[in-house]
């Protein structure tokens, strides 16, 4: 059973926004605020493309260069909840996404590869 459940995914027309929401459970939630938090994503036929990450505090955030300016990851560390706030959505951010967790190193392009990963939220976005 992963310990992080990724919610908020759906349809949306180019333009729109939608929220994102990873609550965690087990050892991840019993201590979320050491873990270094991100998302990534795999769309069909592409590799996973990490997204957003943020330090285990929130103090640092970094940002993929196709979704800087468009995309806002946030913690919850009362909640032990992550979020990905997603405006201006394109057709080309269509995926499934995942969140992610690990301790160490704490960078955007090794999200995909961190060690703990929930079964991922399907966002699509039509034209």
């Known amino acids: 059973q992963p310990y992080l459940q990724e919610s908020g995914g759906g349809s949306v027309q180019a333009g729109g926004s939608l929220r994102l929401s990873c609550s965690t459970s087990?050892?991840?939630?019993?201590?979320?605020?050491?873990?270094?938090m991100g998302w990534f994503r795999q769309s069909s036929g592409s590799e996973s493309e990490g997204v957003a990450s943020i330090t285990f505090n929130g103090a640092s955030t970094a940002y993929s260069d196709s979704v800087k300016g468009r995309f806002t990851i946030s913690r919850d560390n009362v909640k032990r909840t992550l979020y990905l706030e997603m405006n201006n959505l394109q057709p080309d951010d269509a995926a499934v996404y995942y969140c992610a967790a690990t301790r160490t190193p704490c960078t955007v392009v090794g999200v995909p590869n961190f060690g703990h990963r929930g079964q991922g939220t399907q966002v699509s976005v039509s034209s």
């Open positions: 087990g050892i991840i939630h019993l201590t979320y605020n050491t873990w270094c």
